[in-house]
């Protein structure tokens, strides 16, 4: 194979490694750099490229789940990452984790083996500015992206970057109970865009009461208590007073529950995830309780008592950017387009969904030297559904996210019939991995 000129990646993580990969298996040459062993994040603490900096798993493997899905995608697409998973996995039920050392191990052989790929370890301050040899650079720098990286980012971006993510719950429209929870928008005589779930004062008291004792996530020693007025989490509110959530997030005025015709005591409202409302997300619900809390103490909500959660709420130190407003779907920033973002600072979450953030860039990046057309995922897809998240959200609402099937557009039989819910992440799959198959075959040939 002849080797191209060329790509620079910045951050040897998952999705730097990935892209790199990708893009030399196309005979791109690539230049990776990462600060380790000189310098590292406050999470990072081995010399090893794509260290895996908490738990040691890539979640379900099962294909009839959203991130066992893009699992499956991403082992069509020869993804390195997913390859090195399967040489290192270790014993861990359905879900899908490995010997970390071993894991960070291979993939740094795999990197510094490549003909193709020269790694260098050094910190980079600036995005470069794109040159002969080096035409396109992907930056791959992660969630704690080092400071004078994010600030030259910043020069780009502007106000579109940001080093918090700040997540509330997202459930499914299935599992709400319609003949509690209404429809009904603030102030507003019609249909109404939110759903809300009342509460009366008992109620809310005893919601405050079991919020004020739930366990929360510690934060770690670098994320300093700091949050935006905006979204803080809502344990934090409560903090402040106990109306201070009734005069917040669950403010009950302008939203008459049509059983009584009056306000209630305090509401939560949910708004539409997608068009289809086969989700929704709890507004101004962002939070650190732990994930067993959430489920215990949202499930104590009027009408949510069955809630089926697609994600649940966390707030993080995490830099990344406002997809919608400077990306575009080939990942390339829009005001400067020899820059692709990959990983997670696109604004996905996750280490798979960080990974297949680099894995299109490292497609795109090639494509772009080759003169070749982009060509993006079919929205069924797990990738396309991530790469929809990134540029199509409307942006004043735009948060990091992690893989899940309110992503995706809704599905029906071929007649236009609903689909059961235990068969439809299945079929979801099937369609998915079909839809990608085809769209491999034009990337091959186009
Ligand atoms: C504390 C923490 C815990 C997390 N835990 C999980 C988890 O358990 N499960 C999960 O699915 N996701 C988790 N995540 C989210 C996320 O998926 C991972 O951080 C993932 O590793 C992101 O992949 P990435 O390739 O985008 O960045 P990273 O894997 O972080 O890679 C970025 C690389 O860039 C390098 N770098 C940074 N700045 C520079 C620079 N200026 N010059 C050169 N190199 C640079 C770093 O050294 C690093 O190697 C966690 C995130 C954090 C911050």
């Not at 079909?434 to 075959?441: D, G």
Request: with cysteine; aromatic share 6%.
């Amino acid at each position: 194979m002849t080797i191209q000129p060329g790509i620079t990646i910045i951050g040897g993580g998952l999705a730097g490694c990935e892209a790199a990969w990708q893009a030399a298996s196309r005979g791109i040459s690539v230049t990776l750099f990462d600060m380790k062993p000189h310098s590292f994040s406050p999470a990072h603490s081995t010399p090893d490229l794509a260290e895996l900096v908490c738990s040691n798993s890539f979640r379900s493997d099962d294909c009839s789940s959203a991130v066992g899905l893009l699992k499956e995608e991403m082992r069509t697409l020869h993804s390195l990452i997913m390859s090195a998973a399967a040489e290192t996995k270790v014993p861990a039920g359905k879900a899908l984790a490995v010997d970390r050392h071993r894991f960070a191990r291979f993939i740094t052989e795999k990197m510094e083996s490549h003909p193709a790929i020269t790694v260098s370890r050094r910190e980079i301050t600036e995005i470069p500015a794109a040159s002969v040899d080096h035409p396109l650079t992907i930056l791959a720098t992660g969630p704690l992206t080092s400071d004078p990286m994010a600030k030259s980012l910043q020069h780009i971006t502007g106000e579109h970057l940001a080093f918090y993510d700040a997540i509330a719950p997202i459930v499914s429209a299935d599992s709400l109970d319609r003949d509690i929870i209404y429809q009904a928008s603030r102030y507003d005589d019609g249909p109404g865009d939110y759903l809300n779930c009342p509460l009366g004062e008992t109620e809310y008291k005893n919601f405050i009461k079991e919020l004020a004792a739930a366990d929360k996530v510690p934060l770690k020693s670098f994320e300093k208590q700091k949050y935006f007025e905006g979204c803080l989490p809502i344990e934090v509110m409560l903090e402040r007073g106990e109306d201070t959530l009734r005069f917040g997030p669950m403010k009950p005025v302008g939203l008459p529950d049509p059983r009584t015709g009056r306000d209630p005591y305090a509401v939560i409202q949910l708004r539409k995830e997608n068009i289809a409302a086969s989700h929704y997300n709890m507004v101004g619900f962002q939070t650190k309780l732990t994930y067993s809390e959430q489920k215990r103490i949202f499930r104590m909500i009027p009408g949510m008592e069955q809630a089926e959660f697609e994600r649940l709420g966390s707030i993080h130190r995490n830099t990344f950017v406002c997809g919608p407003e400077v990306l575009l779907a080939s990942l390339q920033l829009k005001k400067r387009q020899d820059i692709l973002l990959a990983g997670q600072i696109t604004g996905v979450e996750g280490y798979v969904e960080s990974t297949a953030m680099g894995l299109l860039a490292g497609i795109n990046g090639a494509r772009l030297l080759q003169d070749k057309k982009i060509i993006i995922p079919p929205e069924i897809t797990a990738f396309g559904a991530l790469v929809r998240h990134l540029t199509e959200t409307e942006p004043k609402r735009f948060q990091p996210s992690n893989i899940n099937f309110g992503l995706f557009p809704p599905i029906k039989t071929k007649e236009g019939k609903k689909i059961p819910k235990r068969m439809r992440g299945t079929i979801r799959a099937e369609r998915a991995l079909e839809a990608l198959q085809s769209w491999k075959r034009d990337l091959d040939e186009k």
